[in-house]
């Protein structure tokens, strides 16, 4: 079984400022791990993933997220925020087999003020 | 357009009235999910298929049943809703293979009273 830990349920921040949403998790499997992105009143959309490789991975948008096996972590980072991207953010993680069934973090609510 | 489709987006029922949610994928993915969200305890899986006619429960099954005759169409079926039931929910679809992205679908909320 896995679980997912997101550490802040709301992060508010200024325009053009850093922001790192943290998520760690825990599993007895080798997994695979998400950030996906709900902006309001509309479905999730997959920000970025990691599969193996490199540990640091990029989404077209800004943000990245390094994969860190020591701390079981997955953190999100964008060093400048807009506005748009106010919304709220899942990590979620993926057994390799069997049902393949995401777990969600609870989400961390981004609130980027002008 | 890719895209995966819930109706009702918003439904109102009251206790013990059967529902139907409608999900539809344009995609031809094999591997469809249901998810409700909940303030707090963010997705859980409810059920999922792997293929047409296949289908295993996720981590919170009870209350709900779903079928999948066709490959496009993965309903989610209430008998008897009650309260607790009053969600968020969300259809998924991916490819069968590993770790693809989930598409999902723009949600049903749910109240029941």
């Known amino acids: 079984a896995q679980s997912v830990t997101q550490l802040d349920s709301q992060v508010p921040v200024f325009e053009e400022a850093p922001v790192e949403l943290r998520c760690n998790y825990s599993s007895s499997v080798s997994v695979y791990l998400f950030w996906y992105v709900q902006y309001p009143n509309q479905g999730l959309q997959l920000l970025l993933k990691y599969l193996s490789g490199s540990t640091l991975v990029e989404s077209i948008n800004g943000f990245e997220a390094e994969f860190n096996k020591s701390q079981t972590s997955f953190h999100l980072r964008k060093p400048s925020v807009h506005i748009s991207d106010t919304a709220e953010y899942f990590c979620a993680v993926s057994d390799r087999t069997g049902r393949r069934a995401l777990t969600f973090g609870s989400g961390t609510r981004l609130q980027v003020q002008p | 357009e890719a895209q995966v489709t819930q109706n009702p987006r918003y439904l109102i029922t009251v206790t013990g009235k059967k529902l139907t949610v409608t999900c539809s994928q344009n995609?031809?993915?094999?591997?469809m999910s249901w998810y409700r969200q909940d303030p707090g305890l963010g997705l859980r899986q409810i059920y999922y298929s792997m293929n047409v006619e296949v289908t295993d429960k996720g981590d919170v099954p009870e209350g709900y049943k779903v079928s999948r005759k066709e490959k496009r169409n993965f309903p989610l079926i209430l008998e008897s809703p009650s309260p607790n039931q009053t969600s968020l929910y969300f259809c998924?679809?991916?490819?069968?293979?590993?770790?693809?992205?989930?598409?999902f679908g723009q949600g049903t909320r749910l109240t029941v009273v």
């Open positions: 995609m031809n993915h094999e591997y």
């Open positions: 998924a679809s991916s490819p069968v293979g590993q770790a693809t992205e989930a598409f």
